[in-house]
């Protein structure tokens, strides 16, 4: 994925984000890690691709002072500061190519969050490394939770989705008839989901609604890949990164207050003491 077309659908991730309760359900997920791992108020926790900052502002709020946001978008990092009261400090901006040099400057941590699919948007031969780094940035005894799309084999050998409104071709209406504002205008936000080997292909088309009664056409698109791979070669690559007790989390429903669940299987790795 480029980080031009990155940059082009950040106007528009927020707030198609909040219309689809993302940032309520993840805040809930990570409220359900604290609560479960039992992580202290004083451990330094860092959101390894933070968007526009609200799980990173949920924590401060909370009273995890310690808690840092890193993203590769310019304009993500702008509005998370312009729309939480988080100091610059807490978040920056920070590509995967240079996530060892961050972990060099600002020192380990006790808990990772790297959510939203967020590690599938690198190319799978960069993601073994990644994790290694991961590895590398945390405490001994520290936690890292990452989730991906839940891939599963087909009888034909084919990796699918195992939610079928994701089976390709798909074309979706993510604002699901309640366009979202932006800057004042009202948008609508369509995707096309497309598979191509071990890449999905998302292409966003954003088109302005209009009051004059006229067709709308399509002002933008941006196409956004993702890499492909099963549960259990994530699995493995956390493994041969140094991560040990690597589990699925399984979010208890006393934890969970929303008609859908989490879109993304959930793996919780450790690293050894």
């Known amino acids: 994925m480029s980080s031009e077309q990155y940059e082009a659908l950040a106007p528009f991730y927020r707030p198609l984000a909040k219309a689809r309760e993302h940032f309520e359900m993840e805040c809930s997920l990570v409220c359900s890690f604290l609560s479960r791992l039992r992580v202290g108020k004083e451990a330094h926790i860092l959101d390894a691709a933070c968007g526009t900052g609200d799980v990173v502002d949920l924590l401060h709020k909370a009273g995890y002072s310690n808690t840092r946001g890193i993203d590769g978008s310019a304009t993500m990092i702008s509005q998370a500061s312009s729309l939480t009261h988080l100091s610059p400090f807490s978040l920056s901006?920070?590509?995967?190519?240079?996530?060892?040099?961050?972990?060099?400057?600002?020192?380990?941590?006790?808990?990772?969050?790297?959510?939203?699919?967020?590690?599938?948007?690198?190319?799978?031969?960069?993601?073994?490394?990644?994790?290694?780094?991961?590895?590398?940035?945390?405490?001994?005894?520290?936690?890292?939770?990452?989730?991906?799309?839940?891939?599963?084999?087909?009888?034909?050998?084919?990796?699918?989705?195992?939610?079928?409104?994701?089976?390709?071709?798909?074309?979706?209406?993510?604002?699901?008839?309640?366009?979202?504002?932006?800057?004042?205008?009202?948008?609508?936000?369509?995707?096309?989901?497309?598979?191509?080997?071990?890449?999905?292909?998302?292409?966003?088309?954003?088109?302005?609604?209009?009051?004059?009664g006229e067709e709308p056409g399509w002002q933008m698109w941006c196409e956004l890949s993702y890499s492909v791979f099963p549960l259990s070669t994530m699995r493995a690559w956390l493994v041969e990164a140094g991560f040990r007790d690597v589990q699925e989390w399984v979010t208890a429903p006393e934890e969970w207050s929303y008609r859908e669940p989490w879109p993304y299987a959930v793996l919780v790795a450790r690293k050894a003491d």
């Open 93 to 212: 901006i920070c590509n995967w190519s240079e996530l060892r040099n961050w972990w060099n400057r600002n020192g380990k941590y006790d808990l990772v969050f790297l959510l939203g699919n967020s590690i599938a948007h690198a190319e799978a031969p960069q993601i073994p490394s990644i994790l290694k780094c991961v590895h590398a940035g945390l405490r001994n005894g520290g936690i890292f939770c990452v989730d991906q799309r839940n891939w599963s084999m087909d009888k034909e050998g084919v990796l699918r989705d195992s939610k079928p409104e994701r089976r390709i071709p798909t074309l979706r209406d993510l604002t699901k008839g309640r366009p979202i504002q932006v800057g004042g205008k009202t948008f609508e936000v369509h995707d096309l989901c497309e598979h191509m080997d071990n890449i999905q292909k998302v292409t966003y088309r954003v088109r302005e609604l209009t009051t004059l």
